[in-house]
């Protein structure tokens, strides 16, 4: 029944891509893929997954697992994307992102003959935001908020923005993670441990490797589609492309990183407060924005004006939902179509009847986590479907635990920022208006790359 299960995942995948190729709402073909992998599975009897209430009626449990995932999203992370969104859309109606072009062009002057140097230092910049800002999304939204209108600024196109804001989540680290917490469970470590004796040791010469690939692979990209479509790159977008001084205060440059300020300084992992002051994403970003209402009103000195721009908000948090919170509740129900006619199970079963030694298998199994998390578009999901299994199997291998654990924990990771389906890819670039399958392709072969250099070096230096 296995095979044909698996059978199955690849032919509905296989449909579900060409069907997003061809430019078909891929709300629409995600979640009709998902929920016909899901009717498979119940079919088949694999592993079926049922909603948490369940209605009474096969049929409808169905329809419930989709009103689950929506309510699931909108409590958790839809909330948050959305209320970045509508900061964003915000900043930009009340120039507060032209006043952050404007000041940071003088300091960052010499990045315009290299901007493509500029973008690729927000790799690393990036990594260790994510250490203390451990939600790949979150992140991802507030240097669209902050660093992509500056480095639009400086002259690169909105995909190698985005590109480099995606790299700068490529690894789970640090000890707030999920998966550096199961990682680290399933090694017998602490997460402290676990991070500094393992992850940084592969990750500091891998993303040496990350931002060299990244900046050639992003220049040579815009240079061929300035080549071929010159246009493109210079079509009207809500960011400012030149760094002439707006028409309002330049203190109105601190709002776009106000969010992304207030979470660094009260991150736990910073320490500055004892006892430590809990502040997620969502509460930075509402209160940035009612600071920013203050700023708005002694500027304009108009109630009217001033609630006026408070509505730009609102619209914006609307065009997420329609646009990003509902493709993200799309590609989960694909997801959970995927788990539910046991894809990771058969990959794990496959792949260690093949005869190879240890370390080929490991190397096989850095890359099959990886494509699978393209496929489901989570690092989270495939890591811990993935997992619990790898003690067990190194040890059949010979091999000790963490020998597999880290380099598949960092595979699942990556492979979420060339998925078109995952949540920072779909975020970012709803938020910046380009498509979420252009920003993954362009991401797709430095990461190939840069997999492959963190498997042949973990594996050289076990």
């Not at 095979?3 to 009709?32: D, E, H, S």
């Not at 451990?134 to 660093?147: E, F, H, K, M, T």
């Not at 079509?235 to 400012?240: F, G, I, M």
């Amino acid at each position: 029944m296995s095979i044909i299960a698996f059978l199955l995942c690849i032919l509905v995948t296989t449909v579900t891509a060409i069907y997003l190729y061809r430019k078909l709402n891929p709300q629409g073909v995600l979640m009709l893929a998902g929920l016909v992998m899901l009717t498979f599975a119940l079919i088949l009897n694999v592993q079926p997954i049922i909603p948490d209430k369940s209605t009474g009626s096969v049929v409808f449990d169905l329809v419930k697992v989709v009103e689950e995932t929506f309510i699931g999203n909108l409590s958790r992370a839809g909330l948050m994307i959305m209320t970045i969104g509508g900061y964003v859309a915000f900043m930009n109606h009340i120039k507060a992102t032209n006043a952050l072009v404007h000041i940071s062009m003088k300091p960052l002057g010499f990045f315009r003959r290299y901007p493509y140097l500029a973008a690729t230092v927000t790799i690393p910049i990036g990594q260790l935001l994510f250490i203390t800002t451990p939600s790949a999304a979150g992140l991802g939204l507030l240097l669209v908020a902050s660093v992509y209108p500056v480095l639009i600024g400086l002259g690169v196109s909105r995909l190698t923005a985005l590109s480099v804001i995606a790299a700068a989540t490529l690894f789970d680290q640090g000890p707030g993670s999920a998966n550096t917490a199961l990682a680290a469970e399933l090694i017998d470590q602490t997460n402290v441990a676990y991070f500094i004796t393992h992850q940084l040791p592969l990750v500091i010469p891998t993303t040496l490797v990350v931002m060299t690939l990244f900046y050639f692979n992003n220049r040579y990209f815009d240079k061929k589609e300035a080549a071929r479509q010159s246009v493109e790159n210079s079509e009207t977008t809500e960011v400012p492309q030149t760094s002439a001084k707006p028409d309002i205060p330049l203190i109105f440059a601190l709002l776009p990183i106000l969010p992304l300020a207030l979470l660094i300084v009260f991150s736990p992992y910073v320490g500055l407060f004892q006892p430590p002051i809990t502040l997620n994403t969502t509460t930075a970003m509402l209160f940035s924005l009612f600071v920013s209402l203050v700023f708005v009103g002694c500027h304009t000195r108009n109630i009217r004006k001033t609630f006026d721009a408070f509505s730009s908000f609102w619209k914006g948090m609307g065009n997420v939902f329609g646009s990003v919170v509902t493709l993200i509740v799309a590609s989960e129900i694909f997801s959970k179509g995927l788990i539910s006619l046991g894809f990771i199970d058969s990959l794990v079963d496959y792949s260690t009847h093949i005869g190879l030694s240890g370390i080929a298998i490991a190397a096989v199994f850095a890359l099959i986590i990886f494509c699978a998390a393209m496929l489901m578009g989570s690092g989270n999901a495939a890591f811990f479907s993935f997992g619990p299994l790898l003690p067990g199997i190194a040890g059949q291998l010979g091999m000790p635990a963490y020998s597999l654990v880290l380099p598949l924990q960092l595979s699942a990771s990556m492979g979420r920022a060339a998925s078109p389906i995952a949540g920072i890819i779909v975020a970012i670039a709803g938020v910046a208006g380009v498509s979420p399958i252009e920003l993954a392709k362009r991401n797709t072969l430095p990461l190939i790359g840069s997999i492959l250099f963190l498997i042949a070096y973990h594996f050289i230096t076990l």
